[in-house]
């Protein structure tokens, strides 16, 4: 933690990347960045570089998540490392042509900020995904985010998990920023989530072009929810699920769950209840993506980081 | 005068239903419509209901399996005469050899062999509530099915869509009397409890036989496109925040329809004030619909009583 009278200095954020499509059924990133390759005028900011990329185009023309395998877990250092070859999964293909364009991953010569654009079928609201608790330019990003924004709120997930932490196409740039906006069925295109996920990130972009401009960030905290346990849906011995997500539980992401709160209810109505030690905060709850990763919802604590102050070198 | 001795005369007219009725009960039609899919795996345990024998059947096992709505073609367009009397050779899309499969056990449609009732369930991404979708505004069994839901949870509505049984296109076509139920909102790939209870406290049904009038009953008029750009296809605008989620509302000439990306409105132009439904499905983008337009109306149905031997 930095005191008051230490400002970390950062390279100017010069190269900056939105990526689309990474699922191709997400429709809110699809077609922001479609609009935005065919017009950048949105999105330009003095002195930075913005690239809109739709990162799964096969997947996006079949309005699919996915066509081998997720590519938003496909930056695994084992995938990037591999030898090319076109019998590699797509997606695979894909991670090493990403990571050569805006990487390499860990490197200096990597992108400064991606953003990767996301919907979910979750009740999320607009989340935003940070990765890393001690990347103090994305928190004083995200804290500006959500002064901007106020009052309508913005949450911060951190994904920082030892086993739950998975590999993103965005992962490739120094300051990753996912955005998690919902509820909305996936192949469908709401409105009023697009507009929000278009707002969030225009006041993303300002603050990338006041940072530029010399402008230093004094020292905040940032209240952010940790991820902390996968749940799975109650399972037969064939796999398949035997009970749905609560009516009480269902939408309430973000919303305390206390031991003895109803989280499941069996087709036949039974109430299935939590029964973790203390009181914890579900999020992706009921997402359709993840009925394949055996992921109900996954549980969050509170938390509250700090960031030093931050400046332009 | 004349309309009123019409009614009176419907009203006394009786319209009998033999009692071991053969009704079947389709889920996974669309493969990634869930209420359906798991209502069947339930009610698969249960052989009787009532006093009629019921059939259950997940109809596209193979898009269930993989979770789409369809793997070669979309399984409820492919229950026409001549889709189903085509011949099958090597080309033929899994979806048609299906649909004459399901021919042969739930149909053949048409025929005297025909499953009595055949009741085929699906989701909607619309926030459709409860609805009953049918070909027939003349089929009392079906219009008496629809006054005997009695749901709490949900708007209940009647759909007609008035084809030719020749040209009726879903499974719900193949029984001599067939109808399909639409719960929404849900997105594709989900299972919400509060979608799968109203689907399955429809089947607690009443059991009031007497004639009346059928109130909330729409019949389709006509479909709306998306705006799109003419050189990509690509759509240019999303259904207008005053539209979405307002399934079934009155849509005046001048109300907001679409946004586009660009912030300009495009507004309803129509002349007649008409009634939106499926509006923001997902599986309809690719059929060119944003949405469908009703008229809304009453009809008298007589009574209803079982013939008893």
Avoid at chain 1, 99 to 127: Q, R, W
Avoid at chain 2, 272 to 283: D, I, Q, R, T
Wanted: contains cysteine; charged residues 20%; glycine residues 6%.
């Amino acid at each position: 933690m930095t005191s008051s009278t230490n400002v970390s200095c950062f390279h100017e954020a010069r190269r900056v990347a939105i990526f689309g499509g990474t699922h191709g059924n997400e429709m809110s990133g699809v077609t922001l960045v479609n609009l935005w390759i065919q017009n950048g005028k949105e999105i330009h900011r003095k002195g930075v570089e913005t690239k809109p990329f739709i990162t799964n185009p096969r997947a996006v023309e079949k309005c699919t998540r996915y066509v081998d395998t997720d590519l938003n877990r496909a930056f695994t250092t084992e995938n990037l490392s591999a030898p090319s070859g076109d019998d590699l999964p797509y997606e695979v293909q894909r991670a090493q042509q990403i990571n050569e364009i805006f990487g390499p991953k860990g490197s200096p010569e990597a992108y400064d900020v991606i953003f990767d654009l996301h919907n979910t079928t979750s009740n999320m609201g607009c989340t935003l995904i940070l990765e890393s608790s001690k990347d103090h330019f994305n928190l004083q990003m995200m804290h500006y985010i959500k002064k901007a924004i106020a009052p309508d709120s913005c949450p911060v997930l951190l994904t920082e998990h030892p086993l739950l932490k998975y590999s993103t196409s965005r992962s490739v740039a120094k300051h990753p920023i996912g955005l998690e906006v919902g509820p909305q069925p996936q192949g469908v295109l709401r409105s009023n989530i697009f507009e929000s996920m278009r707002v969030v990130l225009k006041h993303a972009l300002d603050f990338i072009e006041l940072f530029n401009e010399g402008l230093e960030f004094p020292p905040c905290t940032v209240d952010v929810f940790r991820v902390s346990e996968k749940m799975d849906y109650p399972r037969d011995t064939n796999g398949n699920i035997i009970a749905m997500v609560h009516p009480n539980l269902q939408d309430c992401d973000w919303e305390p769950l206390n031991p003895g709160d109803p989280m499941f209810q069996t087709f036949d109505g039974t109430t299935l209840r939590y029964e973790g030690a203390g009181t914890v905060y579900p999020t992706f709850i009921n997402e359709a993506a993840y009925y394949e990763k055996q992921q109900a919802f996954v549980t969050t604590r509170r938390e509250t980081l700090a960031a030093g102050a931050i400046k332009k070198t | 005068r004349e309309r009123e001795r019409e009614r009176e005369k419907l009203l006394y007219l009786i319209v009998s239903l033999p009692p071991q009725s053969r009704v079947a009960l389709c889920g996974g039609t669309h493969g990634n419509e869930m209420s359906g899919v798991y209502l069947v795996r339930e009610l698969q345990k249960l052989e009787k209901v009532g006093s009629a024998t019921l059939t259950t059947v997940i109809s596209n096992p193979r898009a269930v399996q993989m979770c789409k709505r369809y793997t070669d073609v979309d399984l409820n367009r492919c229950f026409t005469d001549a889709i189903l009397s085509s011949p099958v050779t090597d080309a033929t899309p899994y979806e048609v050899r299906r649909a004459q499969e399901l021919n042969t056990l739930l149909g053949p449609k048409g025929s005297a062999g025909a499953m009595d009732l055949v009741c085929d369930l699906h989701n909607t991404t619309a926030n459709m509530g409860l609805s009953l979708i049918s070909y027939s505004a003349q089929d009392w069994v079906i219009l008496h099915i629809y006054r005997q839901i009695q749901i709490t949870s949900a708007p209940v509505r009647f759909i007609l869509l008035d084809l030719p049984l020749a040209d009726a296109y879903s499974q719900d076509s193949l029984g001599k009397h067939g109808f399909s139920i639409e719960v929404g909102p849900q997105p594709h790939g989900v299972v919400r409890a509060d979608i799968f209870n109203i689907m399955k406290e429809c089947f607690n049904s009443g059991s009031a036989f007497e004639g009346g009038e059928v109130d909330d009953v729409y019949t389709f008029v006509k479909s709306i496109d998306y705006p799109r750009d003419p050189e990509t296809n690509q759509i240019t605008a999303a259904i207008h925040p005053q539209l979405q989620d307002r399934d079934f509302c009155l849509l005046h000439p001048g109300d907001p329809m679409f946004l586009m990306f660009s912030g300009e409105i495009v507004k309803y132009e129509g002349v007649e004030v008409l009634h939106p439904y499926f509006v923001n499905e997902c599986a309809y983008y690719e059929k060119s619909i944003a949405f469908h337009l009703a008229r809304k109306m009453t009809l008298t149905i007589p009574p209803l009583r079982v013939k008893r031997d």
